[in-house]
């Protein structure tokens, strides 16, 4: 009788042990960022950076195929998004275009204002990586 104790003491305590986890889990589970119009989430908006910095830099690469540039890593994709996500917060540039634009007669879709945002930063980091 004693061992059945026992057990069903052990059983408690690692049901006692699972439901702390699994409380404490939802209090410290990650919560993703979002934007302030509650579109985007940061993953998604990195999506988007990479998207068209790959585009841009394929464009770069076939029009400055012999231009000698100062930093090569800087002709990269995953480079210039890792320079860009170290210089700015990306919710906050898709936030500030948001505001920028909220109030336009023109209604276009914010992502593409924070697309446009994203091509004058790529074309300044590669004015800048390049020899004139």
């Given at each position: ?10 059983l408690?305590?690692?049901k ?17 960022r979002?934007?302030?119009?509650g ?5 998604e908006?990195l ?17 400055n195929?012999?231009?000698a ?22 919710i906050e ?6 505001d920028k ?7 276009v ?14 074309d300044?980091i ?7």
């Amino acid at each position: 009788m004693s061992e059945e104790f026992e057990r069903q003491q052990e059983l408690k305590l690692e049901k006692a042990i699972r439901d702390y986890n699994e409380m404490s889990s939802s209090y410290y589970s990650s919560q993703n960022r979002t934007t302030l119009d509650g579109e985007w989430e940061y993953d998604e908006l990195l999506g988007v950076l990479t998207d068209e910095t790959d585009k841009k830099v394929k464009e770069f690469n076939e029009k400055n195929q012999f231009r000698a540039v100062k930093d090569k890593e800087l002709t990269y994709t995953e480079f210039i998004v890792n320079k860009i996500c170290d210089e700015h917060d990306l919710i906050e540039l898709y936030n500030d275009e948001y505001d920028k634009h909220r109030n336009d007669t023109e209604k276009v879709f914010n992502i593409h204002h924070f697309e446009n945002r994203v091509h004058s930063i790529i074309d300044r980091i590669f004015k800048d990586n390049t020899y004139t």
